[in-house]
């Protein structure tokens, strides 16, 4: 897949470059606190090769990504800014990627942002003006064409290494390669998916996936997060729209004598489970609130060194 | 049609506090339908306020008048007699006929005994559920008939969003996801393709977000100018 | 009670004679509202305490519930209620005012005469009745035996009757003790109801035998006849039926037979009669034709027959056929001839009459244009007791019209019926027992003349009288509040409820709808109320108690009592809505409960569960508003432990 790059980011480039590719993430905190932000970043330099920044995950307030992103790029690690639908119009969602891209954000993650009843101000207006899809369209044809979403024309546009999020655990089970297509077809380059614990399940959407070709469109990266502790699981199992956590990995949990070392090494072996599988581009790694688990993790699955790129 | 469910007893009492006679006005249609302010919905209030108020030492005189539409002008300048004699009016008809009567009799003192909801159905007897958000520019004929402005909860043209499981909504078990219905629909009539198509933004100045919605028919005005 | 706000009347009023309301009384009687049912019963006809007992119910044949299971016993209703009446010496109402200054003679104090007698009165008429016998009832009192309706029962009509102002002067033969021209003279109109009081005689060789009597006068006293022991009666009628099983009380060990020209189905005699007497062991002997009366030494010996092959012809005449070569002998020293009436004209001048019978205008019961009149049998034939009362009431009406100048109409328009039941309905109706009299063993009361129906006790009395359907008094619509929001067509436990096509409003069509009155309950437009069992009623009621404890009862369970408590019985707990409830309480009321009668065995089926959902609103409203939803309970009336924890 040798392509023409948009956004010449590390992470495009490294993809383009065929090799398998690692994400982090980090979430940003529920204060002003810049200094936060920074340490976090601090941790997965040089380990990942782009980090997402959550736009207001769960719909909980927490520092803005595109602040949040330019912050960590002074500091050298490239940012993955996440924008979601729900609390900004089209209007505040082209004027930021505007802003982004001329803070030097490259990358850019399209999301419809889970419902405001999940976080802590569930009484608050949800925009919802466009969803992921539109959004991915609209960033898209800024780049490509130039044009905001009503067709006028812009100087200089921001040229993002677009991604889109898909979930093969949700249903309808049967639409959601489908949905993966239809976002390629929108614009989107990259995909990181839902967490996987359900690798079956997981191996069937990317089979589905693999029949369109979806797989030779855009790269796609599996969503991987380490457990913390069986409480988490089931949390997670229960609480979080979209997930699917097998019991195995509950019980496993349950047995371990160092609940977060076991996490990490089935962390570890999901990985190892998504290089076989053919499509997958890379993975995505979700060590949330526990950043500095992300080093092992990469360094157990024989993914360290990260490859340089000039 | 407009659905609505009475306040909390509490709230209304609390409203009508202190009068001496109170005209709890009901609405012959919607509200009817959905047993919540018609004929026999004011003739419980009116129990209710009543004693509410023994409970509290007071002593309501009670009116009572259940018009055909509280939105029409004319069915509501019918119960002026009452509305003058009265220093306090509970209107239980939807947010629309409150407005109408309040309009109608600007001196009155008119409280809302119902929280208008939403436009929908009936499912069975006894449950009713949202399914139309007015939002003035209808797409049902590209979803199989189902309104995913109205039934789901982040109005997406391209859904279902992740968080959809089970066929039901992330915000809530009890709510099927729309886009679910909307896949199922056109699967079952061999129309799923329909789903391959991104739809664009949507244009929301013809919903509320436009600013308050008038309907003109100049062929029905009667007034010649 | 509220008027019926349906203009077809049930099949049970349409077939009495004289349109009775019965659906009505029937209703009052279920309720336990029994001067109010006699009331209804008297509107029309002075006999109750006759017609309970001697009538051939019409109304029981045309009643809808034998398309469900059996007839309610109306006529056995009439009597409970008359029997209460009775016993408690109340409705003797001399309230009757005579002030018009006219007065009517009538002759004959038979049931048509009288019922004429009380409709005159109640115009303001001074009335005369002349009854040649000692005493006033005609055929009631002489053809009619005691067994069938004793002279106590006869009594107390008769009594009510006179106390109304009717005068009865007995004894007093028009023509032999009255001279009918100064009758004509004095009054300023008469009646001839003299009925058919002559037997009629079979056309036979040995009539005058010794032996060989008439119906009439062996009904009219019969110990005065020698009763041998083998007793032939000829006749199929329930003359002949009276005859012989008057003849079985004379001699308890007599062969008693009937034989008569029709076979077992044409029988005219009424069914129930035609099994009585076979308990009482009379044989019948159908497909019989009179020839000759075997006469040994002046005395009857037995009756020749010959087989009847049929009685009626093609075109339904009374012409019967003979098959001369079957012949029959029965052995009888007793032979009574019930074969039919004739009138007794002899006190009439001649061109009043022709062939036996009287000339009279059918149409308006005239027999001169100066103001004499004739009803009953002797005008119209033969008929029932009823079909009497009935051509009585319109000779009154006649007599009245004529009185007060104007020209007679008797035209009633004619009403609508109430159609059948619609199959899907019946499918749904609940069976219900009928309730029957019990009877004295054929065996014990074949020897004496008291009557041996025992009638129904307050029990069976009112759970017979709740079988009634209420056809035609059921659920109706305000056409300008009916939002057409489907709930009675979704409530309705027989599926009746529907909207109208044209109206485009919801109706409950007279002919399926069970009046059990949950649409009425549920309507959120109070759109919907009962002809009878009223809900607006009941709210009034409650409204009015003022009482700490309120009651709702369901009739069914009507033997359950509280005292202290105010109660408010229905026909079914399904027709309170929640406003009855919390009205309850409006009103002052401190507990409020519900008794349902057996929620399995609801004759609305749906009943206790409708209950259920309503009490669960009414007790949330309750807590909202702090009083407590204890204060609220339905029960089932076999939890009698609960519900008396609940009272204390």
Known sequence: MSKKLHSGSNLEKILAAGHFAVTGELGPPKSADAKVILDKATLLKGEVDAVNIT????????????????????????????????????????????????????????????????????????????????????VRNMRDKKQFINGEEMDVAPSFFIGAVE??????????????????????????????YNIDKFKDWMKEVRKMGGHKKAYIMAGVAPLKSAGMAKYMKKFVPGMDVPDMWIERMEKAKEPKEEGINICVDIIKEMRKIEGVAGVHIMAIEWEEAVPTIVERAGLSPRPKIT | MIKATQKPIDEIYEMVKGSKKVLIAGCGTCVTVCFAGGETEVNLLAAQ???????????????????????????????????????????????????????????????????????????????????????????????????PIARCAKSLLNGPCGGSNGGKCEVSSDIDCAWSLIHEKLKAKGKLEGLNFISGPKDWSTARDGGQRTIVRKDLLLKNE | MQEINNSSI???????????????????????????????????????????????????????????????????????????????????????????????????????????????????????????????????????PRYRLSDAALDEDIKRIEAKGVKINTGKAVGADINLDDLLQEYDAALVSVGLSDSRALPVEGMDAAGVHLAIPFLKSPKDTKAGNKILVIGGGNVAIDVAKTARRLNTNAEVTMACLECAEEMPASVWEIKEAIEEKIEIRNCMGPRKIEVKGGKAAGMRFITCASVFD??????????????????????????????????????????????????????????LFACGEVAKGPGAAIA??????????????????????????????????????????????RQQTSHVAAAVRIKNFDEFDNGLDKQQATKEALRC???????????????????????????????????????????????CGACAADCPANAIDLGGYSLAEILEEVRAAKAQTVGFICQSGQEVNFPGVHQIRVKCPIRLSEGVFLESFAAGAKKVFVICHSQDDCRYIKGGDYVKRRVGYVKEILDNIGIGSATLEVFDKNQKEEIKAFLK
């Not at chain 2, 029409?72 to 220093?87: I, P, S, T």
């Not at chain 3, 489907?486 to 919801?506: H, M, S, W």
Request: proline share 4%; aromatic share 6%.
């Open chain 2, 49 to 147: 306020l009543k004693m509410a108020a023994a409970a509290n030492g007071e002593q309501f005189e009670i009116f009572k008048a259940t018009p055909k539409r509280q939105c029409e002008k004319e069915f509501v300048a019918e119960l002026a007699a009452k509305v003058m004699a009265v220093d306090a009016v509970v209107s239980i008809a939807c947010g629309v006929g409150v407005q109408v009567l309040a309009e109608v009799y600007p001196k009155a003192n008119v409280s809302p005994g119902l929280n208008t909801s939403f436009m929908g159905p009936p499912r069975e007897q006894g449950f009713w559920y949202e399914n139309c958000a007015g939002c003035g520019n209808c797409l049902l004929h590209h979803t199989g008939g189902i309104c």
């Open chain 3, 10 to 144: 049930p099949p049970c009023q349409n077939a009495c004679p004289v349109k009775t309301r019965a659906r009505d009384y029937v209703r009052a009687t279920a309720m336990g509202r029994l001067e109010e049912a006699y009331k209804i019963i008297t509107e029309n006809n002075p006999f109750p305490s006759v017609c309970g007992r001697v009538c051939m119910h019409p109304c029981e044949e045309a009643c809808r519930r034998n398309s469900i299971d059996e007839p309610i016993s109306i006529a056995a209703l009439k009597r409970y209620d008359s029997d209460y009446v009775n016993e408690n010496g109340l409705f003797i109402d001399t309230s009757s005012i005579i002030t018009s200054g006219k007065k009517v003679a009538v002759i004959g104090a038979g049931p048509s005469g009288l019922a004429a007698a009380v409709k005159v009165v109640e115009a303001g008429h001074k009335v005369e009745v002349f009854e040649r016998n000692e005493k006033a009832g005609g055929m009631l009192r002489y053809g009619i």
């Open chain 1, 55 to 138: 736009d207001c995950q769960t719909a909980i307030v927490r520092t803005s990504s595109i602040a949040s992103a330019s912050l960590i790029k002074n500091k050298g690690v490239e940012p993955v800014v996440q924008m979601t639908c729900r609390d900004r119009n089209r209007i505040a969602i082209q004027s930021d990627l505007l802003g982004a891209w001329a803070l030097g954000v490259k990358n850019l993650l399209c999301l419809t942002g889970d419902h405001q009843k999940f976080g802590n101000h569930p009484q608050s207006k949800n925009v919802f003006d466009m969803d992921s899809i539109q959004m991915v369209q609209a």
């Open chain 3, 469 to 515: 359907m209420d056809c035609g008094s059921g659920a109706f619509v305000n056409q300008d509040k009916c939002v057409a929001c489907l709930t009675c067509v979704r409530v309705c436990p027989f599926n009746v409820a529907q909207i109208d096509k044209k109206t485009n409003v919801a109706e409950m069509p007279a002919e399926g709808c069970q009046a």
């Open chain 3, 388 to 433: 009497a009362i009935a051509h009585g009431n319109d000779a009154g009406k006649a007599i009245n019209q004529y009185l007060a100048g104007q020209e007679i109409n008797l035209i009633e328009n004619e009403s609508e019926v109430i159609g059948e039941l619609p199959a899907k309905v019946v499918k749904k109706i609940v069976k219900k027992e």
């Open chain 3, 314 to 371: 093609k075109e339904g005449r009374f012409n019967p056929s003979f098959k001369e070569d079957e012949k029959h002998f029965i052995e009888a020293d007793t032979i009574i001839v019930a074969i039919g009436q004739q009138a007794d004209l002899s006190f009439l001048p001649g061109e009043l009459t022709n062939n036996g019978r009287l000339i009279y205008d059918g149409g308006s019961l005239a027999v001169t244009e100066d103001g």
């Open chain 1, 167 to 196: 979930n093969p655990f949700a249903t309808p089970f049967e639409y959601r390669a489908l949905r993966l297509m239809k976002k390629i077809e929108a614009g989107a380059d990259f995909f990181q998916t839902q967490i996987v």
